[in-house]
């Protein structure tokens, strides 16, 4: 069915629905309602919320959620990035457990995304979501990665406010991998609150964060003045949610009066568009090298003929001298 | 310092480290190195290990890694992919409190490796660290990831035997996670046997393991009669580790009579191959472009004047009027 871009732009949720499946699916479809809506794009206040599986982290999103609009008159949009099955290619869980608590609330649209194997394909459908929600007038939108691998946190990453979630008693060798997370985070949270080994991962948390910011300091990063926060939380309870929703509330306007804001956005932009190009680029070459020359390609590196980088240069010369 | 192909051959751990070292860096001399090292490489078993931080991954790899080879002769290379931090890009504990264990003994070779943030970046280099290692001669070659994100995991199934390890007590929702780490594994391995949630993890990791199968067997995938092993370890005591290592060993032979072991390699080489000429097509495409041209479609698009995709046409077409 046609989507047209003023519905999106009037908010129907039915068909930003429609448009999300689209961008899901890689329907050409997409391509073109994106273009005419990106010129509306731009005004929404981006919060990536990452962390590892098991800190409570949707529960957190839902309840934040409604927290971050109350009041306000503002509409929130939640994307919720889904691990993928590289084989079922599934999205799992997801909607339906959550939507219980959040869609009988008119002014917040919940999905969950998940997408079909490529590498980056994640990175770009949620991009592409919050550019439709952002479009379409919600404001703030929340993107939620599940897990902590890489890819995920490149998502989160990208927002205007980052929010990392932990929970106390997750085993100690996940200490390696905080560390690389802390160092993105602008507002800290160590949910299961009322866990008891939560006392002594805040001093643990705290002390990361401590080394964070020499490590920034060291860099010659004096630039930034915002000091992450670390607030407290228990999602079942409600405990420290309220708290929570200022310090994004904080973060935003230090990002507007510091001027970041703009040095963020364009942050985005660029390594998005990077994204897309190198998707762009290498859809192209791949149909102007046709199938039968890449496939030869990868015969000849199978019988070890030719390395990897010497079938492409081969291949990207054949293409050169082609008229 | 220059390193010559033929070290690599005859097994000089020093040129080892330092072309290690090379690729992790993305310096171009490694480039020629490794394709001159290309047609020496195919004949390594690749075991892939991936599952969640805090299953003890890390020691079970220790202990597992002596077992396999023990009286054989054989020399066993190890790639510990570690997470990296996006802001400081340094790799983290890995090596130093690894090498303990293993390094006392000769014919095992242990690198722990990290790459400075491009996407694609740690699987590239990954692929590289075993064709060097494969090269060399050790066989096998194991490759471990740590984390359960898609980056991680697209690593590890790219091996010829994936083994997937998991632990009791790591929370509830990470089941959505399980089902599709599940679906990739040849070996599954319950470690921390001891635990008191070991008994209720078995059962729910055998009712994933038969819903797999299932799953498998709807979307007509009968080929494959390989039955995934669930194998119950504790990496701390020993126990359990040499029916993993029997059963990695079985894996490898089933493959070799079945045929599977080409079409699995044959399946590396592509996604491998895929990867790289991504990243060289993109290289050359932006080289063309100009820096200049290209930092003036960021301005746009961050001016809203051009949604992305219309840039990455624009930049395309003014590329193919040029003579």
Do not use: C
């Amino acid at each position: 069915m046609h989507i047209d871009a003023s519905q999106i732009l009037s908010g129907n949720t039915l068909s930003i629905s429609r448009l999300l499946t689209k961008i899901e699916n890689r329907e050409a479809e997409a391509e073109s309602v994106l273009d005419t809506l990106y010129i509306h794009t731009g005004n929404a206040h981006i919060i990536g919320i990452t962390g590892p599986s098991g800190s409570g982290k949707s529960t957190l999103v839902n309840r934040l959620g409604s927290e971050l609009v109350k009041g306000s008159g503002k509409r929130l949009g939640i994307i919720a990035i889904d691990p993928t099955s590289p084989f079922s290619g599934g999205a799992i869980l997801g909607d339906r457990i959550r939507m219980r608590d959040l869609t009988l609330q008119e002014d917040i649209f919940i999905r969950s995304m998940a997408t079909r194997g490529a590498l980056g394909g994640l990175a770009r459908a949620a991009d592409e979501a919050v550019q439709v929600l952002d479009a379409a007038g919600f404001d703030p939108v929340m993107v939620e990665t599940v897990g902590a691998g890489q890819a995920e946190v490149d998502i989160a990453r990208l927002a205007h406010t980052v929010v990392v979630v932990e929970a106390p008693g997750m085993g100690d060798d996940i200490q390696a991998v905080k560390a690389g997370i802390l160092e993105i985070a602008d507002v800290l949270v160590l949910n299961k609150n009322d866990h008891p080994a939560a006392d002594a991962a805040v001093q643990s948390l705290k002390a990361m964060l401590e080394m964070g910011a020499e490590l920034k300091e060291a860099s010659g990063d004096k630039k930034s003045i915002w000091q992450t926060p670390l607030i407290r939380t228990n999602a079942i309870s409600g405990e420290g949610v309220g708290l929570l929703a200022e310090a994004i509330h904080a973060h935003r306007d230090y990002l507007q009066k510091s001027g970041e804001r703009e040095t963020r956005a364009r942050k985005r932009v660029r390594e998005n568009f990077e994204r897309l190009a190198r998707e762009e680029v290498f859809a192209e070459w791949q149909k102007n090298t046709g199938q039968e020359a890449y496939n030869q390609a990868v015969d000849a590196i199978s019988r070890r003929e030719l390395s990897p980088r010497e079938a492409i240069k081969a291949l990207m010369k054949s293409r050169r001298s082609e008229p």
